[in-house]
């Protein structure tokens, strides 16, 4: 017998499948997003909603930090001019050394005959806020794909090397931190100009050098920058510094972690250092070759 | 001034849906406060309680459709995994709203042990997704966020009421 409940005690799906219905949708959308970077357009009209509740919400600190600095007492303002005076000077008598280091460097090359370092467009952002989740280090910064930010730009502060940007939403754009776990630069020894790969562990304080033979010249206070060689950092930022060595016989690899030289955990404004300059396509691998085994690079 | 607790047997105004709206708007706003440190680990995730509240208070007027959107744009927010907290928050509504009754016939401490089972429950799956997407396991402090929630639940609850109650009669005696 057919059964219909009087209209007034309609109230549409049971939650039962309300739940369905809606977990399907959000596992889709994790299938899309993680797999195939599907929705890329959705997650943008969704950041550009958020925007205003991102500026908000940020504004409270922002007010309290400009407060801070104008109760600032006259002393202090004194010594920090001093102080930038004599850091400036230092600067200028460095940069024309640099200067004429430059020229004299782009015309050895000249010679050479090898290739043009890029000089690379810096622009500044404000560091909106810090991750607020567990997993990941990540920054947002106030400058998006409206101030000419763009994927892959390289992140740095006054004393090396912070992060990648990693998504760039219309006026804010995402910055993965080098300490991320799963982020990886490429690095070179200063000290003896051997390359390795640097990777993040997640947490701020620690880098791990990975994959360097038990015999590599590793020591204590080795400084770490940038090898350029991925055409994403400009060469020569410094990145971290080796902090601790151990070598272990029974391992393949040395393990050695190192301290990040910027101050990742601690900013109110970042460079963005632009423009990818238009390396050479890698070589094509050839499909039908035999499996061989890749020669590693120390 | 009126008693600041509810009786049980207070009759309540109807709740405006834009007092929803805008606490809701609210939990979203203080989750994005920049919280850092310390602070970072303890912070209660505002979201998680006010959708668990209203679904608990009002199953008739939020659900899903608010959880979910609410949780993209809390992913967005976050620059994580797209869908992590929609369905997270989803399956957070569904418990609110099967259990309403439950929950309510309950009052004090054992409300409050419901609650934080059920935020733990959310936490829980957003952990497992980022942990299936590669993440390492962040450690069990992760979890003191919602005992913190819980911990806030009950005063949560007299503050959301105060639009509800009625103005004492001022002909009354």
New interface residues.
């Given amino acids: 017998m057919e059964h219909q409940p009087p209209p007034f005690f309609k109230t549409g799906l049971t939650p039962h499948v309300r739940l369905l219905i809606f977990s399907a949708l959000s596992l889709a959308f994790l299938v899309a997003d993680a797999r195939f970077n599907y929705l890329a357009t959705l997650r943008q009209v969704a950041s550009v909603i958020v925007y205003p509740f991102q500026r908000i919400a940020a504004a409270p600190a922002a007010i309290a930090t400009r407060m801070g600095e104008f109760f600032v007492t006259h002393s202090s303002l004194r010594a920090d001019k001093a102080r930038l005076m004599e850091e400036n000077f230092n600067n200028a008598a460095a940069l024309s050394l640099m200067n004429g280091l430059k020229a004299e460097n782009a015309h050895l090359r000249e010679l050479l005959g090898a290739r043009q370092r890029f000089a690379f467009p810096v622009t500044t952002a404000e560091v909106l806020y810090a991750a607020r989740d567990p997993f990941s280090r990540k920054l947002i910064v106030d400058k998006g794909s409206q101030g000419d930010v763009r994927d892959g730009q390289a992140v740095v502060d006054d004393r090396g090397v912070v992060g990648q940007v990693t998504r760039v939403y219309p006026w804010l754009s995402e910055i993965t931190l080098i300490t991320d776990k799963g982020h990886l630069i490429p690095v070179q020894n200063l000290r003896n100009g051997l390359r390795a790969v640097l990777a993040g562990t997640g947490t701020d304080t620690e880098l791990d050098l990975r994959f360097i033979p038990l015999n590599a010249d590793f020591q204590n206070g080795d400084p770490l920058v940038t090898s350029g060689i991925d055409g994403v950092y400009p060469h020569g930022l410094p990145v971290a510094e080796v902090a601790r060595v151990e070598r272990n016989a029974t391992q393949l690899f040395a393990r050695i972690t190192c301290t990040p030289s910027a101050g990742v955990a601690n900013h109110t404004h970042v460079l963005i250092v632009g423009g990818r300059p238009d390396l050479p396509l890698p070589p094509t691998e050839e499909p039908k070759t035999p499996k061989t085994r890749k020669s590693r690079k120390g | 001034m009126a008693d600041i607790r509810i009786t049980p047997h207070e009759i309540l105004l109807p709740v405006k849906p834009g007092f929803i709206a805008f606490t809701l708007?609210a939990a979203?706003?203080?989750?994005?406060?920049?919280?850092?440190g310390t602070w970072?680990?303890i912070?209660p995730d505002f979201v998680a309680l006010a959708l668990l509240y209203w679904c608990i208070e009002q199953p008739?007027k939020v659900?899903?459709v608010a959880?979910?959107l609410i949780?993209?744009?809390m992913?967005?927010?976050?620059?994580?995994?797209?869908?992590?907290h929609?369905?997270a928050y989803?399956?957070l509504a569904?418990a609110g709203?099967?259990l309403h009754r439950r929950v309510l016939g309950f009052s004090g401490t054992p409300q409050v042990v419901h609650v934080v089972i059920l935020l733990l429950m959310n936490d829980l799956i957003v952990l497992a997704?980022?942990m299936l997407?590669?993440?390492?396991f962040?450690g069990y402090p992760?979890f003191v966020g919602s005992f913190v929630a819980g911990a806030l639940w009950l005063p949560l609850g007299v503050l959301l009421k105060l639009p509800q109650r009625t103005k004492p009669d001022p002909y009354h005696a």
Avoid: C, E, K, T
């Fill in positions: 708007v979203l706003l203080a989750n994005l406060l920049p919280w850092s970072l680990w912070r008739r659900g899903f959880a979910w949780g993209l744009f992913d967005v927010a976050d620059g994580a995994l797209f869908g992590q929609a369905l989803s399956i569904y709203i099967v997704i980022r997407a590669g993440a390492d962040p992760y």
